[in-house]
Nanobody, 124 residues
Framework: QVQLVESGGGLVQAGGSLRLSCATS????????MAWFRQAPGKEREFVTA???????YYADSVKGRFTCSRDNANNMVFLQMNSLMPEDTAVYYC??????????????????WGQGTQVTVSS
């Protein structure tokens, strides 16, 4: 079955960096866009970044220039390098697989499998 498992969250001071990883299994990884979303307490889940099946990247304006999404097709993994972290980046971060092959969307409803989430806390 499809599984997504995130790791790499933690507590970091403002200005610091973290790298999140998402290990996937159970489907043809190279056919699907993978995305990262985040959800802060009391807020809706929001799109952070996505990388398509052919490696095109998309970023939310709030993280552009600070975050980098990448994928390792040989090992079915996706990564989120987060630099210059700010307290407003504090949230639970989720990786997700898009529902349809060869498709890109920002909408959480179009992602059918999600990881368990990993907490990122940025202190000021």
């Amino acid at each position: 079955q499809v599984q997504l498992v995130e790791s790499g969250g933690g507590l970091v001071q403002a200005g610091g960096s973290l790298r999140l990883s998402c290990a996937t299994s159970g489907y043809t990884f190279t056919s699907y866009t993978m995305a990262w979303f985040r959800q802060a307490p009391g807020k809706e889940r929001e799109f952070v970044t996505a990388i398509t099946w052919i490696g095109v990247r998309y970023y939310a304006d709030s993280v552009k220039g600070r975050f980098t999404c990448s994928r390792d097709n040989a090992n079915n993994m996706v990564f989120l390098q987060m630099n210059s972290l700010m307290p407003e980046d504090t949230a639970v971060y989720y990786c997700a697989k898009v529902r349809s092959a060869a498709h890109m969307t920002w909408a959480p409803s179009e992602y059918d499998y999600w990881g368990q989430g990993t907490q990122v806390t940025v202190s000021s």
